[in-house]
């Protein structure tokens, strides 16, 4: 396996960034701020900070699990982490690697949550005409940014770089044709 060693540091700056910015909210919001006292306060016209322990996973599923859902969402979410960490190092492309550093951050975010309350600590909850989106924290929102920008980054290179397969696809073509 060949290491990009700038790959490896920005992500893992990028993780570390993520990690540290998403805790620091979660430790002000609980001890300073003091939410969980206030349950939810307007901050501005379509953005509430509203107290939410997520024992579930994305969108709330799996709510249900219990402690020992905890533990096994912990495992998954560290061998996912694992799994990222290889990628960004054998990544040549720096882009990758700052996105999949955040998502690592925040996955990191969430699982000491797990470990430490027994739940993840979501307060961020947007809203406007009606609409509520689910109640989030800043390790979630760099997750599905960085998601996002890996998806739009693999569709943009797709379009600038046709696959390998259609290139001998065309290259047997032109070589049937002479």
């Known amino acids: 396996m060949r290491v990009h060693y700038r790959s490896l540091a920005l ?16 430790y002000w919001i609980l001890f300073d701020f003091r939410l969980p006292e206030k349950e939810s306060v307007a901050i501005c016209p379509g953005l509430n900070f509203t107290m939410v322990w997520n024992h579930a996973i994305t969108f709330g599923m799996f709510g249900g699990a219990g402690p ?4 096994i969402f912990s495992v998954i979410s560290l061998a996912i982490v694992a799994g990222l960490l290889t990628w960004i190092a054998r990544s040549p492309r720096l882009l990758i690697a700052g996105l999949a550093g955040a998502i690592t951050g925040g996955a990191v975010g969430n699982v000491l949550d797990r470990l ?19 109640v989030f924290n800043i390790a979630d929102a760099a997750i599905v940014c ?33």
């Open 11 to 26: 992500g893992l700056f990028c993780a570390a960034i993520v990690f540290l910015v998403d805790q620091l909210s979660k």
């Open 68 to 71: 020992a859902g905890r533990i």
């Open 116 to 134: 430490r309350y027994g739940a993840v600590v979501d307060f961020i909850h947007a809203h406007a005409f009606g609409w509520s989106w689910y």
């Open 146 to 178: 960085s998601v996002a920008g890996l998806i739009l980054d693999s569709l943009y290179r797709e379009r600038q770089h046709p696959s390998q397969q259609d290139s001998e696809q065309t290259v047997e073509r032109s070589a049937g044709d002479k």
